[in-house]
């Protein structure tokens, strides 16, 4: 390092060097990062600087309590650590419009980061807004001791973050649990660290949507599963049709659901068994028969009855479906319905000969 290189940092780091000097020094790349840290910087200065990419200018820009709280809200949530060590900090906190307690891009930021420091997320959840709140709730790193006090937070979502949260102990899910708002007990029931004591009793939940959400829970026992199929809410036995754990027994009890709806979502269901797909395709609703026809796995056996079906909508989907066989298309080219026989056209099974029949017939 040359002497004269060595005076000029002297200068940048000296906090006597005057703010019309140090905006010179600034321009000296060298040099960007030691008039960043310096007090007496101005604040014109400061601002230029902050335009820079360089990351140690940036940094030390965070650090400096003169930088202007524009430059500190655009970029504090970048260096938090640098952030929080800024004895503007301790002021702000002394100051009625302090920026770490209003919802801006700082703090919405900071909340979310899961490297902001933890003392700095303890100022953060006393904010006004409780969207910051919120955030500070989802954020990963939050400790359990803050949690606790989120828990109890005047605002649902606040609550509701906490209940979603990897960290959350079972007591502190016990007591979400019985949380005066659905949608707080709804993520308890969605949160992996529940456990099976806890989704028992939320199965006996006043809210329907919440015991739903239980239904569908994966991790549930089949014994909750039986209870719930004989829900007096037909919303409830609709999740246990849908479920991928469901028991073919309970399968079979929901297929003669006397709600419609219950059996549509039986007739839609991954796991269902071709045996109650033949049963629903003979149902009563023309809703449940035409899920049956939309699957691609309902098997050609099961499409060539529903092909015949007196609803033009069945017809309609059979001619769309993919696992409708050649034999079947050809049956259907006939249709006297336009739509029907479009779709045959539009079916990539359709042979080059079916097409050229419907060619004449399809406009």
Not at 11 to 19: D, F, L, Q, V
Not at 52 to 75: C, G, H, R, Y
Not at 274 to 283: G, P, Q, R, S
Request: include cysteine.
């Amino acid at each position: 390092m040359n002497n004269n290189l060595l005076i000029l940092q002297q200068e940048a780091i000296n906090e006597n060097t005057s703010p019309e000097r140090l905006d010179e020094l600034a321009d000296i790349s060298e040099l960007a990062h030691l008039v960043a840290e310096n007090v007496n910087s101005s604040p014109e200065t400061l601002t230029k600087l902050a335009e820079n990419s360089n990351e140690d200018i940036l940094k030390a820009l965070v650090s400096n309590p003169s930088t202007p709280t524009e430059i500190l809200i655009k970029l504090g949530d970048k260096f938090p650590q640098e952030l929080v060590n800024n004895p503007i900090v301790d002021l702000w906190l002394l100051e009625d419009d302090n920026p770490l307690y209003c919802y801006n891009q700082l703090t919405a930021k900071l909340a979310r980061n899961p490297n902001t420091p933890i003392n700095l997320l303890k100022i953060l959840i006393q904010s006004l807004d409780y969207r910051v709140r919120r955030e500070v709730a989802s954020n990963r790193n939050t400790p359990i001791d803050l949690l606790e006090k989120l828990a109890t937070d005047a605002h649902k979502d606040v609550r509701r973050n906490v209940a979603s949260s990897r960290n959350i102990p079972v007591n502190l899910l016990e007591k979400l649990a019985t949380d005066a708002h659905k949608d707080v007990r709804r993520q308890v029931v969605s949160n992996q660290n529940t456990p099976i004591s806890l989704l028992e009793k939320l199965a006996t939940d006043a809210d329907v949507s919440v015991r739903c959400m239980v239904a569908f829970n994966e991790n549930i026992p089949i014994s909750l599963l039986e209870k719930f199929a004989m829900d007096a809410d037909a919303n409830v036995r609709r999740e246990v049709a849908a479920g991928l754990n469901t028991p073919v027994n309970l399968l079979e009890k929901l297929a003669t659901d006397t709600h419609k709806d219950v059996r549509r979502e039986l007739a839609s269901a991954v796991n269902t068994p071709i045996n109650l797909l033949e049963k629903l395709a003979t149902d009563t609703d023309v809703n449940v028969r035409l899920e049956v026809a939309n699957r691609k796995n309902t098997p050609p056996s099961i499409l060539e009855k529903l092909a015949t079906d007196s609803d033009l909508l069945i017809r309609r989907s059979i001619a769309s479906n993919t696992n409708t066989p050649v034999n079947l298309l050809e049956k259907l080219a006939t249709d006297a319905d336009v739509v029907v026989r479009r779709n045959v056209a539009f079916n990539t099974n359709a042979t080059a000969s079916l097409l050229e029949k419907l060619a004449t017939t399809v406009q």
